[in-house]
Structure formats: structure tokens, C-alpha cells
């Protein structure tokens, strides 16, 4: 099992949201972060050169999967999230050592599965 975090782009959320679904992912949490890409931009001050570290609006999605999900979610966070501009994001592919669901006690595999509820 993993956990797979994607930071994308705030405006590439309902994208990314359809071709999840699409990918027949279902669960996971959407949290609005702030963040740093790594590039700097060096801002002259009257002792001498500062860097500038400027944060800016991301969204992280948090997505816990089975082994065989890992690369259909991976593939459709790729396709969904990428303008080919610097600042696309990064996605993040962590082990996860157990998963429980808390309604029910199942474990793992069982607890990342959806259910259907009936209406
Ligand atoms: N090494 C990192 N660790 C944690 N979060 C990161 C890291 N790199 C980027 N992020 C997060 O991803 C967001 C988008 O980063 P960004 O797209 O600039 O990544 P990048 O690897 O520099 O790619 P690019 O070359 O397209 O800029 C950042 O605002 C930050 O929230
Ligand atoms: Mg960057």
C-alpha cells in the first residue's frame, strides 16, 4: 500500500478530480497548502543580494491505494496536472504500513476498497 501525495496546481484540481475518477480512484483528502518549488529569485537589497523565497497557492491531495493502484493514480495525476510550465507540482509515493477503516475495523486492502452504500 501507499500513500500518494500530489501537490498540483489549484486551478488543475477539477481536472485532476475528473481523471481520478475516471481512473475509478474515489478516496482522498484535498488540503489547500502553501509552497516552494525550488526556484529562487534574487532580489537586490542595500547591503548586498537577498533571495527571495516566495510561497504560492497549491493544492495537496492525499491518496491512499492498493499496490495495483499505484501507477493508473500516478499516470492520471501526470496526464491531468502537467501544463508543461515550471510549477506543475510533484507527486510523492510513500509506503504505508497499515490502513484501517474505522467504521468497520477493516484492514488494508479491505479499508482502501470502496464500498457502495445503497440509498
Ligand atoms: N522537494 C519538495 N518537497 C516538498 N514539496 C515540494 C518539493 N518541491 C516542490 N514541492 C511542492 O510542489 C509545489 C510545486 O513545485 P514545483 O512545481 O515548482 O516543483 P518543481 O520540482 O520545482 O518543478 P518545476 O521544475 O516545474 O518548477 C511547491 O509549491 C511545493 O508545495
Ligand atoms: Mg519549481
Not at 478530480?17 to 516552494?36: I, M, N, P, R
Not at 543580494?49 to 492520471?76: C, W, Y
Request: hydrophobic share 40%; no cysteine.
Amino acid at each position: 500500500m501507499k500513500l500518494i501525495r500530489a501537490i498540483v496546481r489549484p486551478e488543475k484540481l477539477g481536472d485532476v478530480l475528473k481523471a481520478l475518477f475516471q481512473a475509478e480512484v474515489h478516496g482522498l483528502t484535498v488540503t489547500h497548502v502553501k509552497g516552494h518549488g525550488g526556484e529562487t529569485e534574487l532580489v537586490e537589497t542595500y547591503r548586498g543580494t537577498t533571495v527571495k523565497m516566495e510561497l504560492h497557492d497549491k493544492v495537496m491531495l492525499d491518496i491512499g491505494v492498493s499496490d495495483h493502484f499505484v501507477e493508473p493514480t500516478v499516470q492520471a495525476i501526470l496526464q491531468s496536472a502537467r501544463t508543461g510550465e515550471v510549477g506543475d507540482g510533484k507527486i510523492f509515493v510513500i509506503p504505508v504500513e497499515k490502513i484501517y477503516r474505522i467504521r468497520t475495523g477493516e484492514e488494508d486492502e479491505a479499508a482502501v476498497t470502496p464500498v457502495t452504500v445503497s440509498p
